[in-house]
């Protein structure tokens, strides 16, 4: 895909819910491929921009998550790993790409609340994952969201007594 047409999908869908919802959806499919069959992020990048309708996807979130979660891993990898039960690689590789998008979003997009963070994460593994995968990622991005989100966490208490 061209700049051209990436810069004309740019002004109408960038920063929106539902085009963040849909670019979630594909960085999901793009990270179960990464992780398993270990296809290079560009190659990745490109396939998805080349064989799905991305026109309604955020594409700068898209390209964003989808260049940093590879660049980050060991550090997003360190954040997760405490709050497991078993170790990392015996993950369902869908949880583990959910878990590996949310928490990116929660070191490097502060411009998503975590709130948002955890709610998108929980309706992904809702749709993707195991039976009750999602109580299992809604815990662990709970208590990472109180670690790595400190601040917005304190905010959002205070608001809610009042």
Same mark, same amino acid.
Do not use: C
């Given at each position: 895909?061209?700049?051209?047409?990436?810069?004309?999908?740019?002004?109408?869908? =960038?920063?929106?819910?539902?085009?963040?919802?849909?670019?979630?959806?594909?960085?999901?499919?793009?990270?179960?491929?990464? &992780?398993?069959?270990?296809?290079?992020?560009?190659?990745? +990048?490109? &396939?998805?921009?080349?064989?799905?309708?991305?026109?309604?996807?955020?594409?700068?979130?898209?390209?964003?998550?989808?260049?940093?979660?590879?660049?980050?891993?060991?550090?997003?990898?360190?954040?997760?790993?405490?709050?497991?039960?078993?170790?990392?690689?015996?993950?369902?590789?869908? +949880?583990?790409?959910?878990?590996?998008?949310? =928490?990116?979003?929660?070191?490097?997009?502060?411009?998503?609340?975590?709130?948002?963070?955890?709610?998108?994460?929980?309706?992904?593994?809702?749709?993707?994952?195991?039976?009750?995968?999602?109580?299992? =990622?809604?815990?662990?991005?709970?208590?990472?969201?109180?670690?790595?989100? =400190?601040?917005?966490?304190?905010?959002?208490?205070?608001?809610? &007594?009042?």
């Amino acid at each position: 895909m061209g700049d051209s047409q990436t810069k004309k999908l740019k002004p109408s869908n =960038v920063g929106k819910p539902a085009a963040r919802k849909k670019a979630r959806r594909f960085l999901l499919q793009a990270m179960y491929q990464w &992780q398993l069959a270990k296809t290079p992020i560009d190659e990745l +990048e490109e &396939q998805f921009r080349t064989d799905f309708d991305m026109k309604k996807a955020d594409i700068e979130y898209f390209h964003d998550v989808l260049q940093g979660i590879p660049q980050h891993v060991n550090d997003l990898d360190r954040h997760i790993e405490p709050y497991l039960d078993r170790r990392l690689d015996e993950l369902d590789p869908i +949880e583990l790409g959910i878990l590996r998008i949310a =928490v990116y979003e929660l070191t490097q997009r502060v411009d998503v609340p975590y709130k948002v963070v955890i709610n998108e994460a929980v309706e992904l593994a809702k749709l993707f994952g195991a039976t009750d995968g999602h109580k299992y =990622v809604n815990g662990v991005l709970d208590k990472l969201a109180q670690k790595l989100r =400190v601040m917005e966490f304190k905010h959002n208490s205070k608001d809610s &007594q009042k």
